[in-house]
């Protein structure tokens, strides 16, 4: 919480960084196999008509005529399928940036909370993992990874890195008033 209320900029760079031009690239590769899918089942009702009206005429076996719907049937069951899984990831992904808006707002809102409760673990993270006991020095260690909401696992960047994001940042802004 800290991290985020002191750098503010930083935390929302890194995290677009790391999910953002990735989901965006996939959601675009997906938009564009969505889309020619369709046009393609639409393309075999078409040529599915052609056939079958080339077969009542005599122009088409009918031996050769039901090959052929078989193979068009196929493949556009295959295109729906394919179809139906490319919108079920694409609603994924826009969940994902609802998510990552969501911890946005949450984080900025409990910021300055002193105690943590239901109601911020609901909102902010995803899942905790709890390790195994590690005894060193006569101490006992247990690894806690605290995974974020449309983040994942968030580890605050070293000084270098944070000093590196800034400038970063900077750049971007100076091209964009450019």
């Given at each position: 919480m800290?991290?985020?209320?002191c750098?503010?900029?930083a ?6 960084e790391k999910k ?7 959601e ?5 196999k969505?889309?020619s899918a369709?046009?393609?089942?639409s393309d075999?009702?078409?040529l ?5 009206e080339?077969n009542?005429?005599?122009k088409?076996?009918d031996?050769?005529?039901s090959?052929?719907a ?5 493949e556009?069951?295959q ?7 490319n919108e ?5 992904l826009?969940?994902q940036t ?5 911890l946005?707002q ?5 910021t300055?909370m002193?105690?943590?409760n ?7 993270i ?8 590690e005894k060193?020095?006569?101490?006992n260690?247990?690894k806690?990874?605290?995974y974020f909401?449309a983040?994942g696992?968030f580890?605050?960047p ?5 000093i590196?994001?800034?400038e ?6 100076a091209e964009?008033?450019?």
């Amino acid at each position: 919480m800290d991290f985020v209320r002191c750098y503010n900029s930083a935390f929302l760079y890194l995290i677009s960084e790391k999910k953002g031009a990735e989901s965006v690239n996939r959601e675009k590769s997906l938009r564009v196999k969505t889309e020619s899918a369709k046009q393609r089942i639409s393309d075999l009702d078409k040529l599915f008509s052609r056939i079958y009206e080339d077969n009542i005429l005599g122009k088409l076996s009918d031996e050769r005529y039901s090959c052929m719907a078989n193979e068009y049937e196929t493949e556009q069951e295959q295109l729906m399928q394919e179809v139906k899984e490319n919108e079920k990831t694409l609603v994924e992904l826009q969940k994902q940036t609802v998510y990552m808006k969501m911890l946005y707002q949450g984080l900025m809102e409990f910021t300055e909370m002193k105690e943590i409760n239901p109601t911020i673990v609901n909102k902010l993270i995803e899942h905790i993992e709890i390790h195994n006991n590690e005894k060193k020095y006569s101490h006992n260690n247990v690894k806690v990874d605290i995974y974020f909401t449309a983040v994942g696992l968030f580890d605050i960047p070293t000084e270098q890195k944070l000093i590196d994001t800034m400038e970063r940042i900077k750049q971007k802004k100076a091209e964009k008033s450019v």
